[in-house]
């Protein structure tokens, strides 16, 4: 079974560029979560969504970043627009139960923003 | 809120023990242990539900305190494979993980 795949894997964009990063999630996992990484701040959760619907988005930066998931198995995280201070790695996770379960978390997309 | 981890960052030999520590400010629900290997995705390691919970995976463990609202991992006998940063995640009475910012570790031949 594959498990969390993630695109694109890599992105370099410039400053004012719109990005789009996908995911999509295990089969049958009904909860998706996006978070970021970076030296300085670690692994911060942006967002997740529990059977398609999103239940906290307080970790979501700015106006900038937003997050759909149309269905249950694709969702996008939108930054728009761009700026250097996004360059990170985006993971998405999912999980069968949004609490208290195993999450199994994507290759990872490497954004940078020139 | 993010729960702290200490140390930041241990080098072992290998064969030696290390203990990593998560502590939060807030009440804690369950905490989960995950690892992450160098450009890689972080990998589960175990969840702890109920204070005074300990588990076992292998050579690795960790226990859980709620009344001090921290939880330890500890590594026995290491192997080369250990290395990596381990993340402690605090669960609330919510859905989310709040993560600390990991302690790298590396185990050396």
């Known amino acids: 079974d594959a498990g969390v795949i993630q695109s694109p894997r890599h992105e370099v964009t410039e400053m004012g560029q719109e990005v789009t990063l996908r995911c999509k999630p295990i089969?049958?996992?009904?909860?998706l979560f996006w978070y970021r990484q970076t030296m300085m701040r670690g692994l911060e959760l942006l967002i997740y969504?529990?059977?398609?619907?999103?239940?906290?988005d307080s970790g979501m930066p700015e106006d900038r970043f937003s997050a759909k998931m149309p269905n249950a198995s694709f969702s996008t995280l939108k930054i728009q627009p761009s700026e250097p201070r996004d360059s990170a790695v985006y993971f998405c996770?999912?999980?069968?139960?949004?609490?208290?379960?195993?999450?199994?978390f994507g290759p990872g997309t490497r954004l940078t923003v020139l | 809120q993010q729960p702290v981890q200490s140390p930041q960052a241990v080098i072992l030999r290998e064969g030696e023990d290390a203990v990593i520590n998560c502590s939060s400010s807030?009440?804690?629900?369950?905490v989960h242990w995950y690892r992450q290997k160098h450009g890689e995705a972080p990998v589960f390691l175990m969840i702890?539900?109920?204070?005074?919970e300990q588990k076992g995976h292998d050579k690795i463990s960790a226990s859980f305190n709620e009344k001090k609202q921290q939880s330890s991992l500890y590594l026995t006998a290491s192997q080369l494979s250990y290395s990596g940063t381990y993340f402690c995640?605090?669960?609330?009475?919510?859905?989310?993980?709040?993560f600390g910012k990991g302690t790298s570790l590396l185990v050396t031949p």
């Open positions: 807030k009440a804690l629900y369950s």
């Open positions: 996770a999912s999980s069968s139960a949004p609490r208290d379960n195993e999450q199994f």
């Open positions: 089969s049958g996992h009904n909860s």
């Open positions: 702890l539900l109920k204070g005074g």
């Open positions: 995640g605090s669960g609330d009475s919510g859905y989310a993980l709040n």
């Open positions: 969504f529990n059977n398609n619907v999103p239940i906290d």
